[in-house]
């Protein structure tokens, strides 16, 4: 019998979609399900990206350039120097998502058997593309007890070495809410500068930052122009996870050049959702004035809510909308197939991500949970108590 190769069996299941099938199960049972494992807002997408789209007049559905539409790149560029970014149409490639930016920006950069060091808990999907590009994820651990700070930069330090390329971060962060600071980020950039590494940040939750906090790029800084590498989407900014639209954005012209050589691998990103994207940055500002509030109340109520729950360890986000939360249980994997397959509460019950899922380092975050505050306040308070109500029968096993 042929064998599959050993990539794929070390790519990780997804900690955010493997319990779907018990999800299906409890639905089939007649339960609703609050799904707090998942980052698919709610929120409406911008009419003018959905109209872009509906009122087009296309006959021949064609190839774009390899680096997307020169006039979204043009708005993007608009775009980011709205945002204090300064960088042109040549620094920016469209990507079919920026997950596909990240394979990018790995690629571009390491080689098998290279290694990037990543703060954890992380995104997921990191470690999947850490694997398929035969890149080594170095961890380093930032704690609940920290509200998942930056670890100290002599942690950092000690952990770089030959193999080293690159620091990866997520700004705000997937699954911790963390919003780093200008301080922060300057720290990191004073270590990519001394130790000659890239510094990539995810950035696709910069809108959404909340009670004053100021997201800071790293493309804000001059002197690591050549090592500073972004990657962006609209799957939140817009509510269009489904457009499947991101970048990769770099000043390094070499970067850039060895990024379009996957990119013209790939032929073109989709053109109905560029046509959607480019559209979607004509959204005015009240759009996000309202999501951003809207999301702050939901933070508000989902932390006060899982507060009144005794035995949790949870800290307040700065920014996306994610939080990591400690339970007083013993194992979060086998908690959430258990509300799924024999917990209800007036027929309903709630699927949340373990979030070990998110860490690299094994037998880390076993007893925590990322829950993602994408429903309203009243689904979100239904959710916690059932929560709060599942956990002591939960012990009394």
């Known amino acids: 019998m042929p064998k599959i190769s050993n990539k794929g069996k070390l790519m990780p299941e997804s900690p955010i979609r493997k319990l779907v099938p018990y999800a299906d199960i409890a639905k089939k049972k007649g339960h609703k399900v609050y799904h707090l494992n998942i980052g698919q807002p709610d929120i409406k997408t911008p009419e003018v990206a959905l109209n872009a789209v509906r009122n087009n007049t296309i006959e021949v559905l064609e190839y774009s350039h390899s680096a997307g539409f020169e006039s979204y790149r043009k708005k993007l560029s608009k775009y980011y120097l709205n945002h204090n970014v300064a960088v042109n149409i040549e620094d920016i490639i469209i990507t079919t998502g920026g997950s596909e930016a990240l394979l990018f920006a790995l690629g571009s950069t390491m080689d098998a058997g290279d290694e990037i060091i990543i703060p954890e808990p992380f995104y997921a999907n990191y470690n999947s593309f850490s694997v398929a590009s035969g890149?080594?994820?170095?961890?380093?651990?930032?704690?609940?007890?920290?509200?998942?700070?930056?670890?100290?930069?002599?942690?950092?330090?000690?952990?770089?070495?030959?193999?080293?390329?690159?620091?990866?971060?997520?700004?705000?962060?997937?699954?911790?809410?963390?919003?780093?600071?200008?301080?922060?980020i300057m720290q990191l950039a004073a270590l990519v500068k001394k130790h000659d590494l890239f510094l990539i940040a995810d950035e696709v939750y910069r809108e959404f930052t909340y009670d004053g906090d100021v997201h800071y790029s790293v493309m804000n800084i001059p002197e690591i122009e050549e090592n500073a590498i972004m990657i962006d989407s609209v799957s939140k900014r817009f509510s269009m996870c489904g457009a499947r639209i991101g970048c990769i954005v770099s000043k390094n012209k070499e970067v850039i050049a060895t990024a379009m050589k996957f990119a013209q691998a790939r032929l073109s990103p989709p053109t109905f959702a560029q046509i959607a994207s480019e559209a979607a940055l004509d959204t005015p500002q009240s759009y996000f004035d309202e999501v951003i509030l809207e999301y702050r109340e939901r933070r508000n109520t989902l932390i006060e809510e899982l507060n009144t729950i005794e035995g949790v360890i949870v800290t307040k986000p700065k920014g996306a909308f994610y939080c990591i939360a400690q339970l007083p249980i013993d194992n979060?994997?086998?908690?959430?197939?258990?509300?799924?397959?024999?917990?209800?509460?007036?027929?309903?019950?709630?699927?949340?991500?373990?979030?070990?899922?998110?860490?690299?380092?094994?037998?880390?975050?076993?007893?925590?949970?990322?829950?993602a505050y994408v429903l309203k306040r009243e689904d979100l308070k239904s959710a916690v108590q059932i929560l709060k109500t599942a956990i002591p029968i939960y012990n009394s096993k």
């Open 135 to 184: 890149v080594t994820v170095i961890p380093l651990i930032s704690t609940i007890e920290t509200g998942f700070a930056l670890p100290l930069i002599e942690e950092f330090e000690k952990l770089i070495t030959p193999k080293t390329k690159a620091i990866l971060i997520c700004n705000p962060g997937n699954p911790t809410g963390y919003l780093y600071s200008r301080e922060e």
């Open 332 to 371: 979060a994997d086998k908690f959430a197939q258990w509300l799924l397959e024999s917990y209800d509460l007036n027929g309903e019950t709630v699927m949340v991500a373990p979030a070990a899922g998110f860490y690299s380092t094994p037998g880390v975050g076993l007893n925590q949970v990322r829950i």
